[in-house]
T-cell receptor, first 115, second 117 residues
């Protein structure tokens, strides 16, 4: 059984388009995250939701909008895609925030390529 | 400010060699958590270990061992008798209580380990 799943795995699109990445976890966790991994492999947090409430928004352009319809899902919508948005986007979940002590389980990643 | 430094960008060893991956962190918190993750060529991120700031005991899990030293703000990872399957990017990460109880992970730059047969 997949613990954290993301769709699609690959996304190739033109500049200016709008796209969404979906994430689902079946671990019963309360907290979900989006991370961006750039071409140099650097991982940086973008957003975090705890019980469907936004708790982290790390200076991400307004073109990026997360949505959490329920605790098991955290989707990422990106408007007006730019070349610099090309990266691998990882979804993750943890049992809860608990002061940061809980390990995060990551999805397989979505490789976004903007042409 | 919180920061994680993995000074070794790439390491190449021959199978069966021991290898240590360095991780140095900066934090003003007294309560924090350190993690190691593995990212194999297939791309997924795999959790390896968590250590809290109050537990300086070293940990061993099979061929993997971790050395946590608060005095030097380091949390190093050693692979004994490395194997080709250990080839991956390894990330050290930090989570602090003072990050507003958000669970936010600060990652190091990663160390790419190549184990040659």
């Amino acid at each position: 059984d997949t613990a954290v799943s993301q769709t699609p795995k690959y996304l190739v699109t033109q500049m200016g388009n709008d796209k969404s990445i979906k994430c689902e976890q079946n671990l019963g966790h309360d907290t979900m995250y989006w991370y961006k991994q750039d071409s140099k492999k650097f991982l940086k947090i973008m957003f975090s939701y705890n019980n469907k409430e936004l708790i982290i928004n790390e200076t991400v352009p307004n073109r990026f909008s997360p949505k959490s319809p329920d605790k098991a899902h955290l989707n990422l919508h990106i408007n007006s895609l730019e070349l610099g948005d090309s990266a691998v986007y990882f979804c993750a979940s943890s049992q809860d925030v608990a002061g940061g002590k809980n390990e995060q389980f990551f999805g397989p990643g979505t490789r976004l390529t903007v042409l | 400010a919180q920061k994680v430094t993995q000074a070794q960008t790439e390491i190449s060893v021959v199978e069966k060699e021991d290898v240590t991956l360095d991780c140095v962190y900066e934090t003003r918190d007294t309560t924090y958590y350190l993690f190691w993750y593995k990212q194999p060529p297939s791309g997924e991120l795999v959790f390896l270990i968590r250590r809290n700031s109050f537990d300086e005991q070293n940990e061993i899990s099979g061929r993997y061992s971790w050395n946590f030293q608060k005095s030097t703000s380091s949390f190093n990872f050693t692979i004994t008798a490395s194997q080709v399957v250990d080839s991956a990017v390894y990330f050290c990460a930090l989570s602090e209580l003072s990050s507003g109880n958000t669970g936010k992970l600060i990652f190091g730059q990663g160390t790419t380990l190549q184990v040659k047969p």
